[in-house]
């Protein structure tokens, strides 16, 4: 089975600092047929869907701030928030793709304002 | 905008089937261009893939719940249907639908859950 981790569990960050959220995953997410890296970010809120932020490690979707970015390869990712604002609190996940067994999800960070 | 908005019972007593539905506005499941996935979330916990189907009817399930569980659509009402029976405690979370983009890998549209408790 992929085991995507994320690091930290939890990260207490002040307004207009840096954020740094961290994703290992078990086996590379590199899509040998495009050269595309399987691997995506999401944001959820209290009480919300998780939202898309961003896709294939480094491509932001449509509407997100540029303040978040994504980066890395293989089997290492960052998601880096470079400037915190209070509506960025909130619990983050990475996740995969592959054919088998398809998305698998990485246990979340919580994101909080120091 | 394709919308997805997920629907069924909020409560299934254990052993019994939990069966919801995704209704999809704003575009066509026929149309081939995404797949419908289902995913849930225990309360105060991560998210887990439960599994997706193409409008071709090609389905793909997450191992530990593959022999538990059938998803399905009605392309006439636009509609994808989860099933999961012989439920226990465990099942007990919100489901999601979610839409991928024609297996870019992400799920880029969700609907915005609905609640299921497993309790006799």
Same mark, same amino acid.
């Given at each position: 089975?992929?085991?995507?981790? =994320?690091? &930290?569990?939890? $990260?207490?960050?002040?307004?207009?600092? @840096? /954020?740094?959220?961290?994703?290992?995953?078990?086996?590379?997410?590199?899509?040998?047929?495009?050269?595309?890296?399987?691997?995506?970010?999401?944001?959820?809120?209290?009480? =919300?869907? &998780?939202?898309? $932020?961003?896709?294939?490690?480094?491509? @932001? /979707?449509?509407?997100?701030?540029?303040?978040?970015?994504?980066?890395?390869?293989?089997?290492?990712?960052?998601?880096?928030?470079?400037?915190?604002?209070?509506?960025?609190?909130?619990?983050?996940?990475?996740?995969?793709?592959?054919?088998?067994?398809?998305?698998?999800?990485?246990?979340?960070?919580?994101?909080?304002?120091? | 905008?394709?919308?997805?908005?997920?629907?069924?019972?909020?409560?299934?007593?254990?052993?019994?089937?939990?069966?919801?539905?995704?209704?999809?506005?704003?575009?066509?499941?026929?149309?081939?261009?995404?797949?419908?996935?289902?995913?849930?979330?225990?309360?105060?916990?991560?998210?887990?893939?439960?599994?997706?189907?193409?409008?071709?009817?090609?389905?793909?399930?997450?191992?530990?719940?593959?022999?538990?569980?059938?998803?399905?659509?009605?392309?006439?009402?636009?509609?994808?249907?989860?099933?999961?029976?012989?439920?226990?405690?465990?099942?007990?979370?919100?489901?999601?639908?979610?839409?991928?983009?024609?297996?870019?890998?992400?799920?880029?549209?969700?609907?915005?859950?609905?609640?299921?408790?497993?309790?006799?």
């Amino acid at each position: 089975d992929i085991v995507m981790t =994320q690091s &930290p569990d939890s $990260l207490a960050v002040s307004l207009g600092e @840096r /954020a740094t959220i961290n994703c290992k995953s078990s086996q590379s997410v590199l899509d040998s047929s495009d050269n595309k890296h399987r691997l995506t970010w999401y944001q959820q809120k209290p009480g =919300q869907p &998780p939202k898309l $932020l961003i896709y294939w490690a480094s491509t @932001r /979707a449509s509407g997100v701030p540029d303040r978040f970015s994504g980066s890395g390869s293989g089997t290492d990712f960052t998601l880096t928030i470079s400037s915190l604002q209070a509506e960025d609190v909130a619990v983050y996940y990475c996740q995969q793709y592959r054919p088998t067994p398809m998305y698998t999800f990485g246990q979340g960070t919580k994101l909080e304002l120091k | 905008q394709a919308q997805l908005q997920e629907s069924g019972p909020g409560l299934v007593k254990p052993s019994q089937t939990l069966s919801l539905t995704c209704t999809v506005s704003g575009d066509s499941i026929s149309s081939g261009s995404f797949y419908l996935n289902w995913i849930r979330q225990p309360a105060g916990k991560g998210l887990e893939w439960i599994g997706r189907i193409h409008a071709s009817g090609r389905t793909g399930y997450d191992p530990s719940l593959k022999s538990r569980v059938t998803i399905s659509l009605d392309t006439s009402k636009n509609q994808v249907s989860l099933r999961l029976n012989s439920v226990t405690a465990a099942d007990t979370a919100m489901y999601y639908c979610a839409r991928d983009p024609m297996v870019a890998g992400y799920l880029d549209i969700w609907g915005k859950g609905t609640p299921v408790t497993v309790s006799s």
